[in-house]
């Protein structure tokens, strides 16, 4: 069945350091993906999204390319602030007679100051 | 965007007892979907629930424990009944934002604690 596994965490940073975040998935279709944040005490809000090969998702300074040849989707942004501070949750979401959504684990970061 | 409201926002209930969580969306919308993420974990699909008919429950989860209702387009309920500490776990209602990509959209989740 689709699956979606990310780097686990937690992953510290400083402010303005560099942010990758890996996820890779297994679908036997052609899936929409998506990065959700879930800020402390808060519930779940879209990222951004990519719905097909070679699309670029891309929302506040994130990034994230779909490669279907790697079957990946890695989040990057360029320079962190405090307020990146999250849970991030690489999502699946594939059409079978109905769409089903596949989260990863979700990775936790953590931006000091 | 839809606008999703759950009630209670957080609760602390004891063993043995059940609670129901309430979900209410600005917009009429035919599936609303309840997830649980257990802490520190990722979401879980407890159902799909559809105006007029009964909810279509994942595997693990079963009716007698997580009975849900949808009386219309706008609304639906989640019980967490006979609850114990396992229960401990925010609770979430979604609905799609987009059909056409299955993109989902979350209430802010209602946090429950079983002592």
């Known amino acids: 069945g689709d699956s979606v596994t990310q780097m686990e965490g937690p992953v510290t940073l400083s402010e303005e350091a560099f942010l990758t975040i890996n996820c890779t998935y297994t679908a036997t279709g052609y899936p929409s993906l998506f990065w959700y944040v879930q800020y402390p005490g808060e519930g779940l809000q879209l990222l951004l999204k990519a719905t097909k090969a070679d699309d670029k998702g891309s929302n506040k300074g994130f990034e994230a390319t779909y490669r279907k040849e790697t079957t990946s989707f890695h989040l990057e942004k360029g320079s962190v602030q405090v307020s990146d501070s999250a849970v991030y949750f690489c999502?699946?979401?594939?059409?079978?007679?109905?769409?089903?959504?596949?989260f990863g684990a979700g990775t936790r970061l953590f931006v000091k100051a | 965007s839809a606008v999703i409201s759950q009630k209670p926002s957080r609760d602390i209930c004891q063993r043995g007892t059940s609670l129901t969580i309430q979900c209410q969306v600005d917009?009429?919308?035919?599936?609303m979907f309840w997830y649980r993420q257990q802490p520190g974990q990722s979401l879980t699909l407890i159902a799909t629930?559809?105006?007029?008919?009964?909810?279509?429950?994942e595997s693990g989860f079963v009716i007698d424990k997580f009975p849900i209702s949808r009386p219309n387009l706008t609304f639906s309920t989640l019980t967490v009944s006979n609850m114990s500490p396992e229960d401990s776990s925010i609770y979430l209602c979604s609905v799609y934002r987009s059909t056409n990509t299955g993109e989902l959209f979350f209430g802010e989740g209602s946090r429950l604690t079983v002592l």
């Open positions: 999502a699946l979401s594939d059409y079978t007679g109905g769409f089903k959504t596949i």
């Open positions: 629930a559809n105006q007029g008919s009964e909810a279509t429950y």
């Open positions: 917009s009429q919308v035919t599936m």
